[in-house]
């Protein structure tokens, strides 16, 4: 078992949809919790971060992270084309080191 | 602009041939990383450095080797040991006073001749 599970997808919605991506992981230890998008061919990039459980919300987005069921998502909200990217989440233990354990990413395409 | 240069976009590797891919940063970050991304396997560490003059290998470094010989710079490159190159190669780069936010380059996409 994957210490982090990630759906592939693809996820094809049309333009407007509320979008909800999700990894589970099993390792407990976990407290960081990122989410980063990438456009094709592009580095990906830092959306949303969580430390512990709870939900923070940025604009559009919002990013939960449910511990005790070892679950996070985000959720999009009146998704847009220009959010047609992979969205990848990322976790971290506590420790000094703190390596980036990754899901596989999710491709999402929003369809005007 | 801060950020992270990659270089070149593309590269094109002979058998046997040894290859070296560039990552400079001026963001004064102390951590540096090199990925590699295949399509279905996500993200995979092969080396990271914390401090000048010090490098830690990831989960898949064999055939790869790096150095750190500046802050600034993390070169890459790939061996004729490495059998199976062709992939994107990511380099990301970390404050460590700010650790949960890695920042990318934009990538060098290998491919075998």
């Known amino acids: 078992q994957k210490e982090v599970e990630q759906d592939p997808g693809p996820l094809s919605v049309p333009e407007g949809a509320i979008v909800s991506l999700n990894c589970t992981y099993s390792?407990?230890?976990?407290?960081?919790f990122m989410w980063y998008r990438q456009y094709s061919r592009k580095g990906p990039e830092l959306l949303m971060y969580?430390?512990s459980s709870g939900n923070k919300e940025d604009g559009r987005f919002t990013a939960q992270v449910d511990k005790s069921s070892k679950y996070i998502s985000l959720f999009i909200r009146d998704s847009q084309p220009s959010d047609s990217a992979t969205y990848l989440c990322?976790?971290?233990?506590?420790?000094?080191?703190?390596?980036?354990?990754w899901g596989l990413g999710t491709s999402l395409a929003v369809n005007p | 602009d801060g950020g992270i240069t990659q270089s070149p976009k593309y590269l094109f590797r002979k058998e046997g041939q040894n290859v070296t891919l560039s990552c400079e940063q001026n963001?004064?970050?102390?951590?540096m990383y090199w990925y590699r991304q295949d399509p279905g396997q996500g993200l995979r560490l092969i080396y990271y450095?914390?401090?000048?003059?010090?490098?830690q290998k990831g989960d898949i470094a064999e055939g790869y080797s790096v150095s750190r010989e500046k802050k600034e710079s993390f070169p890459l490159t790939v061996t004729s040991a490495q059998k199976n190159p062709t992939a994107f190669y990511l380099c990301?780069?970390?404050?460590?006073?700010?650790?949960?936010?890695?920042?990318f380059g934009s990538g060098t996409q290998l491919s075998v001749l």
């Open positions: 969580t430390y």
């Open positions: 990322a976790m971290s233990d506590a420790g000094n080191n703190r390596k980036l354990i």
């Open positions: 390792n407990s230890a976990f407290q960081y």
């Open positions: 450095s914390q401090i000048v003059n010090d490098f």
């Open positions: 963001l004064n970050h102390d951590a």
């Open positions: 990301a780069s970390l404050s460590l006073d700010r650790r949960e936010k890695l920042f």
